[in-house]
């Protein structure tokens, strides 16, 4: 079985990590996600959203559910994993004084999970002020040093200026990632867990909308698997994440899968039809670029 | 009219103010009707004289502030300590002083369970005595290879565990990459496992399950009789879940005819809001008993200095290794404090660091003038590594303070040279700074990290020797009559029960600590080992040797 993307999504208290769930549960377009909290005192999930409530779990409308794990993750992630239907995605919301890095490393410990990006949270306004706190600043840099896509909520308060500013100091402090400006958490759910096949036809669906931007690599020949991979995380080609089967110069299969800066390769599972889908920002997916790149039509 | 029974006693130590050693005490309906000379007593009416105690010393039952009734439960595993310790039933288990020592003892117990796939548990296991030593999932596989076996540290914080254990949690393979659990040359887990995120999926499968931290029944019952050796005759439960499950069972427990103490049980702030707790403390606080004290709340701020999961102050780690962690962010301590100083509940606050004291300390400031509460006595834990200016504040807020003041025989020399160094490891557990500052103060064994006994904690606060001989702080020892007041009335006070327990005076529960001889007339370093008869507690009388 392939195994179960879990994301992380981590950030200080307030920084909006709730308000960035439940969008995504409510853009889930026919996405299962699983939602775990380890908070059962702040179930995060607005109450329209929520169908039936039992057992610490709560179901939710289009089949996600949302449950707190307490101290066990590892149990918590197996009984989902055991799940029939499973769900196609898990979100971890880690307490806002949780070092995201060390959830994944836990995590990996249970099997059939895989983990599909470390998404942190911040609140525009205030982030670097509050990387500067005596008490919780080295807590704020190392969520941000883990992270591969940075969520920076309430940009629409912040002057043009000031907003470069954060984001040219985000891209110190958070090296292996990639920030997305935000408001009230509003990010297309393709650029935080990746684009979903579209029905019945196993292609990747084609994901647009005023921020966000998609396209699909499909090379003719083998590829440096490991040095593409590398240049599509770390390049200036604007890629958030990107995700495919490519063939490298051997013709083996390989999957692909970038978030951030941070790059994976692995040798495929099976046979599957080659081409690599990238999603980025509209106004900075460089398509001229990732197709020389890859040296492919688009 | 209820009985009226006189004890006379060789020396009773009161910690009354008025009448500090007396002959004789008297006693109804479980309480203390007056203390003074035979004739004086004689004076309230009919008596029986009751002169079992003729050649003992009674002192006020003593108040363990700060421990974990989890101790009853953990000893039906098997005990693996340095140290001689002594069970529910009165066993002493010689120390252990080799990995080899430790492998034979399992291996008696082993040779005598039933079913060859039973796990195995023991705990207490210290390797910083055996020069930091790791115990590898070979060694423990000479014990079984089919049962999985599991070994908790005395720190509560790591775990050994043999092959089946890892088989079962299905951490037999390659690729395991946490920081918490080392993988030998071969690639597979060593069988070492750190810090709670390695231990939580193997536990289950090695007897530790997940909600260690609370005792079950049969723990509870023989919590009590560590009690009675240890003459405690009221115990917290520092870090309680307090389920309804839990909660009935406990009162059930100790309202058992012959439960000996009184437990005072504190639900931890975890997996709820501050403003969930709150509410939940309310509830039950008109549940409590005469033995069950319900309705306070313990918070934790940080995590352990040996396990470098503190949070420190400028300079930090001496070995440099990182700053600890947050167990609870300064926002939802601060929403804790100001919802339980409006609900008029008692918040205990673990800090270990001196940052994740001064964090607690900030915290209450603000809530305190949103809410001023005369004699909140908000308590802070362990708070190990606080300087004199801290305590200072302690008092300008009103706060008390338990000191874990036998934690550096245990571990002093480890922080003297790893952990925070010398200066740092010569003034932590300032019990001299904080009574001189007078800030309200408690000592405590946080059992069972270390054993129930406050004779033992009392000893480590008057002579501050660490486990290889040093003095180490000789500036911060306090005296015999001081350790003393601070492991009877001293604790009770952080409970705000001092007014019903903690001293023998009239109108107080007769709760004694029945000792073989007199500690204020005792050598200091011969503290730790008066012995106790037993306890009286609620009038009840408790022999340790029937119990």
Redesign the interface.
Same mark, same amino acid.
């Given at each position: 079985m392939t195994p179960l993307p879990v994301t992380v999504i981590g950030g200080y208290l307030g920084a909006g990590k709730t308000t960035l769930v439940n969008h995504l549960l409510r853009h889930a377009a026919g996405r299962r996600l699983a939602v775990l909290v380890n908070e059962f005192g702040d179930l995060p999930i607005d109450a329209d959203l929520i169908e039936a409530e039992e057992d610490g779990m709560i179901s939710i409308a289009g089949g996600c559910i949302c449950c707190s794990f307490g101290s066990d993750l590892i149990g918590a992630l197996n009984d989902l994993a055991a799940m029939e239907p499973r769900p196609d995605h898990i979100l971890v919301e880690s307490s806002g004084v949780a070092i995201p890095g060390a959830i994944v490393s836990t995590m990996l410990l249970a099997d059939g999970i895989r983990s599909d990006g470390i998404v942190v949270v911040v609140d525009g306004e205030t982030v670097r002020q509050r990387a500067q706190d005596d008490y919780v600043g080295d807590t704020i840099t190392r969520q941000l040093s883990d992270a591969e896509i940075v969520v920076v909520n309430k940009t629409d308060l912040l002057a043009h200026a000031v907003q470069t500013e954060l984001m040219e100091w985000l891209a110190e402090a958070a090296p292996g990632a990639i920030a997305i400006p935000a408001e009230r958490g509003r990010v297309a759910p393709g650029a935080l867990l990746g684009v979903l096949p579209a029905p019945g036809t196993g292609q990747p669906a084609h994901h647009s909308d005023r921020l966000f931007d998609s396209l699909v690599l499909a090379p003719e020949g083998g590829q440096p698997i490991e040095r593409l991979a590398r240049d599509l995380a770390t390049g200036p080609h604007g890629v958030i994440r990107a995700k495919g089967y490519l063939r490298d110069i051997e013709g083996a299969l390989w999957l692909i899968q970038t978030v951030g800066r941070r790059w994976e390769v692995t040798p495929a599972q099976g046979p599957h039809q080659t081409g690599l889908v990238c999603i980025g920002f509209r106004d900075r997916l460089d398509r001229s670029g990732l197709a020389a790149l890859a040296g492919a039509t688009v | 009219m209820a009985e009226t029974i006189i004890y006379a006693a060789r020396k009773i130590i009161t910690m009354a103010p008025s009448r500090p050693e007396v002959s004789h005490v008297a006693v109804r309906d479980g309480r203390i009707l007056g203390i003074g000379t035979l004739e004086e007593l004689a004076s309230w009416g009919d008596y029986r004289l009751d002169d079992r105690f003729a050649g003992k010393v009674l002192m006020p039952g003593f108040v363990e502030g700060h421990a974990h009734t989890m101790e009853g439960t953990l000893w039906r595993n098997v005990y693996v300590g340095w140290f001689d310790r002594m069970d529910p039933e009165g066993r002493v288990w010689p120390g252990l002083k080799s990995i080899d020592a430790v492998v034979a003892r399992l291996r008696e117990a082993e040779a005598q369970m039933s079913g060859p796939e039973t796990p195995l548990a023991a705990w207490a296991l210290d390797p910083i005595y055996m020069e930091n030593r790791r115990v590898t999932r070979l060694e423990l596989d000479q014990v079984s290879t089919t049962r999985p076996i599991g070994i908790l540290h005395a720190s509560g914080h790591i775990m050994n565990v043999n092959t089946r254990a890892l088989e079962l949690a #299905?951490?037999m393979k390659p690729g395991?990459?946490? /920081? #918490?659990?080392p993988l030998g040359e071969d690639g597979l887990p060593l069988g070492p496992l750190y810090g /709670?995120?390695?231990m939580?999926?193997v536990g289950p499968h090695v007897g530790f399950d997940?909600a260690m931290t609370d005792c079950d029944e049969r723990g509870l019952r023989d919590y009590g009789k560590l009690c009675v050796r240890a003459g405690v005759t009221t115990c917290t439960d520092l870090a309680a879940r307090l389920t309804d499950d839990s909660v009935d069972m406990m009162l059930r427990v100790t309202g058992e005819e012959d439960y000996p103490a009184c437990i005072v049980p504190l639900r931890v702030f975890? #997996? !709820?809001?501050?403003?969930?707790?709150v509410d939940y403390c309310v509830s039950l606080k008109p549940r409590s008993t005469e033995r069950l004290r319900l309705g306070r709340i313990k918070a934790v701020a940080d995590g352990s200095i040996q396990g470098f999961s503190a949070?420190l102050r400028w300079p930090g780690y001496y070995n440099g290794a /990182?700053?600890g962690?947050?167990?609870?962010? /300064?926002?939802?301590m601060s929403e804790l404090y100001h919802r339980a100083l409006a609900a008029g509940l008692q918040v205990h606050t673990h800090t270990n660091g001196d940052?994740a004291t001064q !964090?607690a300390l900030d915290m209450l400031e603000p809530a305190l003038k949103a809410h001023p509460s005369p004699d909140h006595r908000f308590t802070l834990q362990h708070c190990q590594m606080a300087d004199a200016a801290q305590f200072r504040k302690m008092r300008s807020l009103g706060m008390n303070v338990n000191l874990f003041a036998n934690h550096h025989f245990y571990w002093g020399d480890e922080h003297y040279r790893l952990t925070v160094g010398p200066e740092r490891a010569c003034r932590m557990n300032a019990c001299r700074t904080a009574l001189d500052t007078g800030v309200p103060m408690a000592i405590h064994s946080d059992a069972p990290v270390t054993p129930l006994g406050p004779l033992f904690t009392a000893w480590a606060a008057v002579n501050r020797i660490t486990a290889s001989g040093r003095v180490q702080g000789e500036e911060e020892r306090i005296s015999v009559s001081e350790a003393l007041y601070a492991i009877t009335l001293g604790a009770a006070y952080t409970l705000h029960m001092d007014g019903e327990v903690g001293s023998i005076e009239v109108g107080k529960r007769a709760d004694f600590a029945v000792l073989d001889s007199d500690p204020t007339q005792a050598d200091p370093m011969a503290l730790k080992d008066i012995g106790v008869w037993g306890t009286v507690q609620g009038g009840r009388i408790f022999p340790a040797s029937a119990l």
């Open positions: - | #299905g951490l395991v990459n946490h /920081p #918490g659990i /709670p995120d390695a939580t999926p997940r975890f #997996g !709820m809001s501050a403003e969930e707790i949070r /990182p700053n962690l947050w167990y609870t962010a /300064p926002e939802q940052q !964090m």
